[in-house]
T-cell receptor, first 116, second 114 residues
Framework: GAGVSQTPSNKVTEKGKYVELRCDPI?????LYWYRQSLGQGPEFLIY????????DSGLPNDRFFAVRPEGSVSTLKIQRTERGDSAVYLC??????????????FGPGTRLTVL | AQTVTQSQPEMSVQEAETVTLSCTYD???????LFWYKQPPSRQMILVIR??????QNATENRFSVNFQKAAKSFSLKISDSQLGDTAMYFC???????????FGQGTRLTINP
């Protein structure tokens, strides 16, 4: 089926505002991942979901960042009180199972967040 | 903690030439996987090739091959007969058994010139 999709493609917001970034994984994939890619850097892990639950959220930088996946499919990354340092490309990936290291993570095109 | 280092920020070669991208990593784990991902301007990360650390044979995928030196913790990517469509950022990444998060290097910007 279709690949991983992310909306919006670009988001511009003002410092202090709240934003939501959406990820639609590949149909049937149980594992979902969020990464953040700052300009000129490689992606950095934020959080990993297995089904509806966050199996590893060790990469979330602080409590302004939160992610949900209520029905085990679509996920939303939520950022409160945005700061200019939050500006980055937010990448989502999914994999079929997530419990086996042989799983390949398939990435979406990302959301470019700009905080003015 | 695992770290991945790509020491070449940028590389440029002519079409049809062979190019090698370097990657080193640091880990105390014995069982892990290594990957090369390609990121064109569309931003979508695309898996190029993967290597299981327990396999001694180097992985190959058509024009792409790796030189995996486990003792030296080195994992280079060789692109043969380079094509214009190979122009992209290339990221080396590490994943150890039992974890699900990829650890990426800083990337190498590869330009293939006509």
């Amino acid at each position: 089926g279709a690949g991983v999709s992310q909306t919006p493609s670009n988001k511009v917001t003002e410092k202090g505002k709240y934003v939501e970034l959406r990820c639609d994984p590949i149909s049937g994939h149980t594992a979902l991942y969020w990464y953040r890619q700052s300009l000129g850097q490689g992606p950095e892990f934020l959080i990993y979901f297995q089904g509806t639950g966050a199996a590893d959220d060790s990469g979330l930088p602080n409590d302004r960042f939160f992610a949900v996946r209520p029905e085990g499919s679509v996920s939303t990354l939520k950022i409160q009180r945005t700061e200019r340092g939050d500006s980055a490309v937010y990448l989502c990936a999914s994999s079929a199972n997530g419990r086996e290291n042989t799983d390949t993570q398939y990435f979406g095109p990302g959301t470019r967040l700009t905080v003015l | 903690a695992q770290t991945v280092t790509q020491s070449q920020p940028e590389m440029s070669v002519q079409e049809a030439e062979t190019v090698t991208l370097s990657c080193t990593y640091d880990t105390s784990e014995n069982n892990y996987y290594l990957f090369w991902y390609k990121q064109p301007p569309s931003r979508q990360m695309i898996l190029v090739i993967r290597q299981e650390a327990y396999k001694q044979q180097n992985a190959t995928e058509n024009r792409f091959s790796v030189n995996f030196q486990k003792a030296a913790k080195s994992f280079s990517l060789k692109i043969s007969d380079s094509q214009l469509g190979d122009t992209a950022m290339y990221f080396c990444a590490f994943l150890y058994w039992g974890a699900q998060k990829l650890v990426f290097g800083q990337g190498t910007r590869l330009t293939i010139n006509p």
